[in-house]
T-cell receptor, first 113, second 114 residues
Framework: KNQVEQSPQSLIILEGKNCTLQ??????????LRWYKQDTGRGPVSLTI???SENTKSNGRYTATLDADTKQSSLHITASQLSDSASYIC????????????WGAGTKLIIKP | DSGVTQTPKHLITATGQRVTLRCSPR?????VYWYQQSLDQGLQFLIQ???????AKGNILERFSAQQFPDLHSELNLSSLELGDSALYFC?????????????FGPGTRLTVT
């Protein structure tokens, strides 16, 4: 079954600290993996898209890694800021006729001052 | 600002009613996607249109329907509304139909069914 599982479900850290969010998937055949940031009540915003051949991709203080062999991805946030408080969603695209997107449930991150 | 617009921002209606949500994609984008997000839940893919044609279908109820017009804007019609239909409805657009394209999300329409 094509699934995307994220952990932890929620996370609280202090401003300035680093954190890592995890994503495990069983989607096959794999096309690409995305990380989105969703502020409460707003539409998701893309952080990164990674294909099979990419191991690491950075976007400012956000760094995503992908291990296609173990079907795991992580999103590392460096020097967290209050504005990083949001849900982070992992999405995997299947390489089928419709390039179906399989959405994870998200990790809710809260940054405390 | 993603360039995707959705109207209205908020909608309050009663059970059994019918509503229409509207989405205008980014300039040049041919694909439109509709998603539903209930309170504290993840996004649920409903349906995708590409250049006027239905491309993919997700967990869309039979009471819901959508279409994409020649000018590429899209409408999502929700009928016989139930309390459980209360949610945020997002529209996204992308240049092409495939999953390799970035999706750009609109600000959403918050539907409250009373």
């Amino acid at each position: 079954k094509n699934q995307v599982e994220q952990s932890p479900q929620s996370l609280i850290i202090l401003e300035g600290k680093n954190c890592t969010l995890q994503c495990n998937y069983t989607v096959s055949p794999f096309s690409n993996l995305r990380w989105y940031k969703q502020d409460t009540g707003r539409g998701p915003v893309s952080l990164t898209i990674m294909t099979f051949s990419e191991n690491t991709k950075s976007n400012g203080r956000y760094t995503a890694t992908l291990d296609a062999d173990t079907k795991q991805s992580s999103l590392h946030i460096t020097a967290s800021q209050l504005s990083d408080s949001a849900s982070y969603i992992c999405v995997v695209s299947r390489m089928d006729s419709n390039y179906q997107l399989i959405w994870g449930a998200g990790t809710k991150l809260i940054i405390k001052p | 600002d993603s360039g995707v617009t959705q109207t209205p921002k908020h909608l309050i209606t009663a059970t059994g009613q019918r509503v229409t949500l509207r989405c205008s994609p980014r300039s040049g984008d041919l694909s439109v996607y509709w998603y539903q997000q209930s309170l504290d839940q993840g996004l649920q893919f409903l349906i995708q249109y590409y250049n006027g044609e239905e491309r993919a279908k997700g967990n869309i109820l039979e009471r819901f329907s959508a279409q994409q017009f020649p000018d590429l804007h899209s409408e999502l019609n929700l009928s016989s509304l139930e309390l459980g239909d209360s949610a945020l409805y997002f529209c996204a657009s992308s240049p092409g139909a495939g999953g390799s394209y970035e999706q750009y999300f609109g600000p959403g329409t918050r539907l409250t069914v009373t």
